[in-house]
């Protein structure tokens, strides 16, 4: 039987490399393509495990690169492309839109014409719930995937730009697809620009934890395993043209996350400094994952379980992050935030 081609660009990043690594794993009689151009928030010393498998290949590009995509795709001629590329932080954005238009919405459609070309079985563009806007703090008020898309930030326009256009593609061209729309994840290998493995490595080493306005702001968490093998069922049996919402029921304010982790690693309060809201910032994100779960699929993490894992990861694996936070990192840190860190 002809093995299937599986290209997932985006695999060096956070959540496309717990997916590469999980895919390689899973489905031995799977091609996993890696394809990705490696910025900032890519790396690919986290697949060392995985490099010389016979199943795995890295490639590095641009997917906004139309000339090396269109040909890349017409000599491997894929089965399933899973779109994890993109530009993923909010704070990025604000200071620095431009690239999220290029990547997010620009990369996204190259990958369409290329798909479009070749006849691919299935495109699943990954996108996240931020596409929806924000909700209020009534507890009982969820994001379906019956709400109208209202995004906030350049971020969150890009992504919902770029799902539009995969809606398009499906309604116009016939294109076999579906969009997923995750909540927050955490896990091992999550860039410590974002609040779980910004405040864990900041707290383990004594630095102030930096919470935005008031830290009553609402993420919806989900560990990073449950995402991926939510792709997987999305991919296997999901319903062409569908939107998929993933999500755990995990709500927990900012000062929530943070004060959990301070007190698993034995720290003090003390560490949190409030500091200067994000400018737009979402009060709240919640995802109503009915949909899912009728498809087949339930996460295997609670809050508690999953940050206790994410924890013990990082403290297993600080030369991970500390290559990282040792780097152009810094530069990062002292002009996003203004006070001396
Ligand atoms: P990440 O920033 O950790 O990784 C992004 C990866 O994309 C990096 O490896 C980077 O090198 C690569 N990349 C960037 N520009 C590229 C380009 N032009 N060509 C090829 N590769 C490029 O992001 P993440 O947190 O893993 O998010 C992955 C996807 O999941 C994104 O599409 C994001 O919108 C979506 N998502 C993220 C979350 C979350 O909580 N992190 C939640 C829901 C959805
Ligand atoms: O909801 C899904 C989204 O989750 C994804 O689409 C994005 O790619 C991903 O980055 C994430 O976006 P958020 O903006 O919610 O994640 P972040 O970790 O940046 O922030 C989480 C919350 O913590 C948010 O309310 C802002 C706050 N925060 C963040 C940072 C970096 C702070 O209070 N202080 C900080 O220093």
Same mark, same amino acid.
């Given at each position: 039987m002809k093995r299937k081609k599986?290209?997932?660009?985006?695999?060096?990043?956070?959540?496309?490399?717990? /997916?590469?690594?999980?895919?390689?794993?899973?489905?031995?009689?799977? =091609?996993?393509?890696?394809?990705?151009l490696l910025t900032y928030?890519?790396?690919?010393?986290?697949?060392?495990?995985?490099?010389?498998?016979?199943?795995?290949? /890295?490639?590095?590009?641009?997917?906004?690169?139309?000339? /090396?995509?269109?040909?890349?795709?017409?000599?491997?001629?894929?089965?399933y492309v899973i779109h994890f590329a993109a530009e993923s932080h909010v704070d990025r954005s604000i200071t620095n839109p431009s690239i999220f238009v290029t990547t997010n919405v620009l990369g996204t459609q190259v990958l369409l014409d290329a798909s479009k070309e070749i006849g691919i079985t299935k495109f699943i563009h990954v996108s996240t719930d931020e596409v929806y806007g924000e909700?209020?703090?009534?507890?009982?008020?969820?994001?379906?995937?019956?709400?109208?898309?209202?995004?906030?930030?350049? =971020?969150?326009?890009?992504?919902?730009?770029?799902?539009?256009?995969?809606?398009?593609?499906h309604e116009t061209f016939g294109l076999p697809i579906n969009i997923t729309r995750c909540s927050n994840n955490y896990g091992p290998f999550h860039f410590p620009e974002k609040l779980i493995p910004l405040t864990i490595s900041r707290v383990l080493n004594d630095q102030k934890i930096p919470v935005y306005g008031d830290g009553k702001n609402v993420r919806d968490w989900l560990h990073v395993a449950d995402h991926c093998s939510a792709i997987d069922l999305v991919l296997h049996d999901g319903v062409n043209g569908e939107v998929y919402n993933v999500g755990g029921h995990n709500e927990r304010t900012n000062l929530e996350v943070v004060k959990t982790i301070i007190s698993i690693l034995g720290k003090s309060d003390t560490l949190i400094e409030f500091v200067t809201d994000r400018l737009g910032h979402d009060k709240r994100y919640a995802i109503d994952p009915t949909k899912l779960q009728k498809l087949g699929w339930n996460p295997t993490y609670t809050f508690e379980t999953g940050i206790t894992q994410t924890i013990k990861w990082y403290l297993e694996n600080q030369a991970w992050w500390e290559q990282i936070i040792s780097g152009e990192y810094k530069t990062y840190i002292e002009s996003q935030y203004s006070f001396e860190l």
């Open positions: 599986i290209l997932v660009t985006g695999g060096a990043g956070f959540i496309g490399g717990n /997916f590469v690594q999980y895919m390689v794993k899973k489905y031995p009689h799977y =091609y996993i393509y890696n394809l990705d928030a890519g790396d690919l010393t986290k697949h060392r495990a995985i490099e010389k498998n016979d199943n795995y290949c /890295f490639i590095k590009a641009d997917i906004a690169d139309r000339e /090396f995509i269109m040909s890349f795709f017409e000599k491997e001629k894929f089965d909700l209020d703090f009534n507890p009982k008020t969820f994001f379906t995937e019956e709400t109208p898309i209202q995004p906030n930030s350049p =971020y969150s326009a890009s992504k919902a730009s770029s799902d539009l256009l995969v809606r398009a593609y």
